[in-house]
């Protein structure tokens, strides 16, 4: 079955506690990107990779770090959390970057911190 | 990417088509509007998108007005379980740019 996992779903944190959000995809797509969702705010793009080892910065990049070394894999790696990076977390892939491309997204991952 | 007007909520009875309507009158001409929803707090599910023609799948059907400044959503038979926020968006380069939407609440 075509699907974007992550890992953890759920997790509680405490604030400078490095953590890694782990997201991948079985369907060999190039395009791969991390959101964060919060309640008034919508959905915000945080990065994007549009292939291996090719990562840019989306519209609030501000705390995180990720990773495109292989192509399955994007993980989101927050440094040092702080209470402001408590959002609901979605991966999403698309076959390439262009916009007649479907984006599909994972089932998001719940992070707290405290 | 053009910005969309959806209403900020709508009701639908159980078993009826549910038309969601969206407004796009700055979308251009190599813009296609997407339709998204959410339910609860789950991943965005992807629905149906197009550019000029109108488009038909297995969930909705997606009426393009001619001028492509509006379009609507068509769900032809709410269960309970379209209950959720319904996203239009026109895309035009790498990444979805997400508006409030529509809360949609099927009733029975």
């Known amino acids: 079955e075509a699907q974007v996992t992550q890992n953890p779903r759920y997790l509680i944190t405490v604030t400078g506690k490095k953590l890694t959000v782990t997201c991948s995809q079985n369907?060999?797509?190039?395009?791969m990107s991390w959101y964060r969702q919060d309640p008034g705010l919508g959905l915000r793009q945080i990065y994007y990779?549009?292939?291996?080892?090719?990562?840019d910065k989306g519209d609030v990049p501000e705390g995180y770090k990720v990773s495109r070394k292989e192509k399955r894999n994007f993980p989101l790696i927050l440094e040092s959390p702080s209470p402001n990076q408590t959002s609901l977390y979605f991966c999403?892939?698309?076959?390439?970057?262009?916009?007649?491309?479907?984006?599909?997204f994972g089932e998001g991952s719940w992070l707290t911190v405290v | 990417d053009a910005k969309t007007t959806q209403p900020p909520s709508m009701d639908c009875a159980e078993g009826r088509a549910a038309n969601l309507p969206c407004n796009h009158s700055?979308?251009?001409?190599?813009?296609?509007v997407y339709w998204y929803r959410q339910i609860h707090s789950q991943g965005p599910q992807y629905i149906i998108h197009?550019?000029?023609n109108n488009e038909t799948n297995e969930m909705a059907s997606l009426i393009i007005t001619e001028d492509r400044k509006s379009s609507t959503l068509i769900l032809p038979h709410a269960t309970l379980r379209d209950t959720a926020v319904y996203y239009c968006?026109?895309?035009?380069?790498?990444?979805?740019?997400f508006g409030a939407g529509t809360t949609v609440t099927v009733r029975a």
């Open positions: 999403a892939s698309s076959l390439s970057m262009g916009h007649r491309n479907t984006i599909y």
């Open positions: 369907m060999n797509h190039e395009y």
């Open positions: 990779s549009m292939n291996v080892e090719v990562t």
């Open positions: 700055t979308i251009s001409g190599n813009e296609y």
């Open positions: 197009g550019l000029k």
């Open positions: 968006i026109v895309r035009s380069d790498y990444k979805l740019s």
